[in-house]
């Protein structure tokens, strides 16, 4: 059984695993999974189709109840264990090795999500040390980290796909983003798609012999902002709660496309990103994007691919794990964030997600992103009061 680390060292042994999504993050879910090899817990994964990657679930206290007692008592904690890239410049340290900056600690992914992670392992370690196999709990506390967060919540949709116990999981849960310890139900989702235009390649002296893939992408590219205009216009339900920017919004992502000055293209891809609010559905939207590439791209017939789905939240603002957290944490009910999360698909399990965290999403995914040292202790704290209120003997209603 690995040693009990403090928090503090336990978020630094997860920021040196350099998981992010181009990796296989199994190195970093193999460590959290010895760590948590203790009496009292039962540890699994749930591996990626293909192997590379898994999801860990870890179990603390009395098993799941499959509701047919009380309605899946206990609380989740989730958190996703890879991270972006850090192969931006500006980094004043090692973006792999946890930096003490006086009154924040500066690594990739000390704020999303590590640092919830680290308290979130530790909370569960603690508690399986504390007792015999039930760890004094009422019911059980479970651990929900994934994978490929990042590049569109894919591990949470493999959790929802393969993993019969997860309608066991219990009711309630946190998903540690990074929120600044302020408590959010609702969250826009991002649907992400792919354009690809297919050409011939020929000299640029001789142009008539190839087909330029460029040409009608850019009449793509001018159709999609007209369609970003168009939806910016319209007046979505739910939009109060989101009043920065209240209606779906349309990105442009990448273009790429063309060999070099004197070659005709044959390739372009354009990514495109919508993030539609709670309720809407996203086939609605990947058929008006459809409508206006093609309508744009005419006579050529570009492929039109749906990369990823992260659905969108929205949590009733009278559950209580919402009610329980705005308490502890003295939030304002209500407060929503613009970034999917796994929530949209962990709800699918029947699962009712908040969202709250240690750390801004203002700084995940810069240079010297950091944690600063008061929310993390804060969030401990609160973490502690939660598995209380929803895991010990006088649970919350």
């Given at each position: 059984m690995a040693a009990l680390l403090e928090d503090v060292d336990l978020l630094a042994r997860l920021v040196a695993f350099e998981s992010t999504s181009r990796n296989s993050n199994l190195p970093i879910a193999d460590f959290l999974c010895d760590y948590l090899e203790r009496a009292g817990a039962r540890v699994e994964q749930n591996p990626s189709p293909d192997g590379t990657k898994a999801n860990l679930i870890a179990w603390v206290g009395p098993p799941p109840d499959r509701g047919e007692k009380g309605g899946r008592p206990g609380l989740v904690l989730s958190g996703h264990m890879d991270v972006v890239p850090a192969d931006e410049q500006g980094w004043s340290s090692d973006p792999f090795t946890l930096t003490d900056a006086g009154d924040r600690w500066v690594a990739r992914g000390s704020a999303d999500m590590k640092g919830f992670l680290a308290l979130a392992a530790n909370?569960?370690?603690?508690?399986?040390?504390?007792?015999?196999?039930?760890?004094?709990?009422?019911?059980?506390?479970?651990?929900v980290f994934t994978y490929d967060e990042e590049v569109g919540t894919l591990g949470a949709r493999?959790?929802?796909?393969?993993?019969?116990?997860?309608?066991?999981?219990?009711?309630?849960?946190?998903?540690?983003?990074?929120?600044?310890?302020?408590v959010a139900r609702l969250h826009k989702g991002h649907l992400k798609i792919r354009v690809t235009f297919r050409g011939k390649s020929a000299h640029s002296g001789y142009p008539h012999l190839g087909d330029n893939a460029?040409?009608?992408?850019?009449?793509?590219?001018?159709?999609?902002?007209?369609?970003?205009?168009?939806?910016?216009?319209?007046?979505?339900r739910y939009r109060e709660h989101f009043p920065e920017v209240p209606y779906v919004p349309l990105n442009v992502g990448t273009v790429r496309g063309g060999a070099a000055i004197n070659v005709v293209p044959d390739l372009c891809t354009v990514e495109v990103g919508v993030r539609p609010l709670p309720g809407m559905g996203s086939e609605e939207l990947v058929d008006r994007v459809k409508s206006a590439v093609r309508a744009a791209a005419a006579p050529a017939t570009p492929e039109i691919e749906k990369l990823s789905d992260s659905p969108p939240l929205l949590l009733d603002e009278a559950a209580p794990i919402h009610r329980a957290l705005c308490e502890i944490t003295g939030s304002t009910p209500g407060g929503s964030v613009s970034f999917a999360t796994d929530a949209g698909w962990l709800q699918q399990l029947g699962l009712d997600c908040a969202i709250w965290g240690p750390g801004s999403i203002a700084v995940a995914h810069r240079p010297d992103e950091h944690l600063p040292k008061d929310e993390f202790f804060a969030a401990r704290g609160h973490l502690e009061q939660l598995v209380d209120r929803f895991c010990g003997d006088r649970m919350y209603a």
């Open positions: 909370l569960a370690a603690r508690t399986a040390n504390s007792a015999s196999s039930s760890s004094g709990l009422a019911a059980p506390l479970a651990l493999r959790l929802l796909e393969s993993f019969p116990e997860g309608a066991a999981l219990p009711r309630n849960a946190v998903i540690g983003e990074p929120t600044s310890l302020r460029i040409e009608p992408a850019g009449r793509v590219i001018t159709a999609l902002a007209a369609l970003r205009r168009e939806l910016e216009g319209e007046e979505p």
